[in-house]
Nanobody, 116 residues
Framework: QVQLVESGGGLVQPGGSLRLSCVAS????????VGWYRQAPQTARELVARTSHFGGTNYADSVKGRFTISRDNAKKAVYLQMTSLKPEDTAVYYC??????????WGQGTQVTVSS
């Protein structure tokens, strides 16, 4: 069983920065695709960024150049550094893990609010 625990959300002013962290339990982290999704009220959950076990990354067009995803396999952790935050980045951010067998796991979510 895999558990994902996120932290680092909060309230930030436009133009500010936040760093989200997600730590996983279990032994499959290093072979998994891990990433971040977000969901704003009354919208569908959307991919923000993800990274494969060999280090490849994908970003949503809306965050390219502002967000950076990284992972530390030894710590079983994935991070999302968010800069130049905009009000439209406000959402609940979820950590995800997709195993090599196609099973996915989700964290409980952390709220990010960008507002002056």
């Amino acid at each position: 069983q895999v558990q994902l625990v996120e932290s680092g959300g909060g309230l930030v002013q436009p133009g500010g920065s936040l760093r989200l962290s997600c730590v996983a339990s279990g032994s499959i982290f290093s072979l998994s695709v891990v990433g971040w999704y977000r969901q704003a009220p009354q919208t569908a959950r959307e991919l923000v960024a993800r990274t494969s076990h060999f280090g490849g990354t994908n970003y949503a067009d809306s965050v390219k150049g502002r967000f950076t995803i990284s992972r530390d396999n030894a710590k079983k952790a994935v991070y999302l550094q968010m800069t130049s935050l905009k009000p439209e980045d406000t959402a609940v951010y979820y950590c995800s893990l997709l195993t090599s067998l196609g099973r996915d796991y989700w964290g409980q979510g952390t709220q990010v609010t960008v507002s002056s």
